[in-house]
């Protein structure tokens, strides 16, 4: 919107009122119920209002750069932040500190190279599994050299598939928790839960227990949880999200509802969308322990069991409606 109804330009306050309506939505991470696409434009599914609110700042400022709705979780929470500074410097306010990317410094060759030569000089298995546990042991810093030597190896070699699934598990080792910046305080217990999954590979059973446990037993004034993990193929590793979602006053004669989605992206394909709901009638009772997360589980171990160098996104979210 540029101009008002008898087609004039907005005055500078108008402008100014959209801006700062705008900027308390990059605050806003709740999602939308729209699609977007078509004939040479990109899909969008059910954005989450804060994009949409940093893609139309940008958009107004006819600065398309600042922002791109289709890039990555983590990116675009960098960029929203940019967004947020550019409506400071317009405001005359101080800039906020926008976090760096994630960055693991690779292993040292003189570290790395001869437990490489180790696996494939050794004779005995034995021998070689003590040099690829020695690899794992560097973590996520090994992961570029395990990455190139598996490239260099045929498919056939007595190592590739050594190669191969410790290639696979350093790829899942989560290098960063924590909790979203519009979720409820997390009891020590909880942060305590999260956090303990720093540094180790995720796999299905921990995620689906996170999700699972924490909807189970949601603390005092939380009504859901919703978890997002992203991994870009840059050897940052895997980022957690957690969000518990702050209760509200139940509506009048509301029946007990339960609201559920889940979407894994994996390279360029999506898996599931949306938001289902189960409503309990006549007294029927429902619970987020009554969700079926089977189709959220096969999606998953597509996501976990793709190549270490391929993105993927997953995000599970769980609510019980008011």
């Known amino acids: 919107m540029e101009k008002d109804l008898q087609d004039k330009p907005l005055s500078a306050e108008a402008v100014a009122a959209i801006e700062d309506i705008l900027v308390k939505l990059l605050d806003d991470q709740d999602e939308t119920s729209m699609s977007r696409g078509g004939f040479g434009v990109k899909a969008l599914h059910n954005p989450s209002l804060c994009d949409l609110a940093a893609e139309a700042l940008a958009g107004r400022w006819k600065q398309p750069k600042l922002f791109d709705i289709h890039g990555p979780f983590q990116v675009r929470e960098r960029e929203r932040t940019a967004v947020k500074n550019e409506w400071l410097k317009k405001r005359g306010m101080e800039a906020i500190a926008v976090p760096p990317p994630r960055r693991i410094a690779p292993a040292p ?14 004779k005995a298995d ?16 090994a992961l570029p050299a395990v990455q190139m030597q598996l ?20 790829g899942l080792i989560v290098t960063e928790t924590r909790f979203s910046s519009d979720s409820v305080e997390p009891q020590d217990a909880l942060r305590r839960k999260v956090e303990g999954l720093k540094g180790n590979p995720i796999t299905e059973a921990s995620f689906l227990e996170l999700l699972k446990g924490t909807a189970a037993s949601l603390p005092k004034g939380v009504r859901g949880v919703k978890l997002v993990m992203e991994r870009i193929p840059d050897g940052s590793g895997v980022c957690l999200v957690v969000t518990l979602i702050a209760d509200r006053p139940p509506r009048p004669d509301l029946s007990p509802q339960v609201s559920h989605g889940s979407r894994v992206v994996v390279g360029k394909q999506t898996f599931g969308s949306g938001v289902s709901v189960m409503a309990g009638f006549g007294g029927t009772k429902v619970g987020l322990a009554d969700i079926d997360w089977s189709g959220l589980t ?4 597509t996501a976990l069991a ?6 993927w996104f997953v995000q599970a979210q769980c609510s019980e409606a008011r």
């Open 126 to 141: 034995a021998e070689r599994k003590r040099a690829m546990e020695a690899l794992e042991r560097l973590g996520l810093s």
């Open 298 to 301: 096969k999606n998953l171990r």
């Open 109 to 122: 060759k003189e570290q790395v190279e001869p437990l490489l030569k180790a696996v494939l000089d050794s």
């Open 306 to 311: 793709a190549p270490s160098d391929e993105y």
């Open 151 to 170: 490239g260099s190896l045929k498919s056939d070699h007595t190592a590739y598939s050594d190669f191969q699934r410790l290639a696979a598990r350093l």
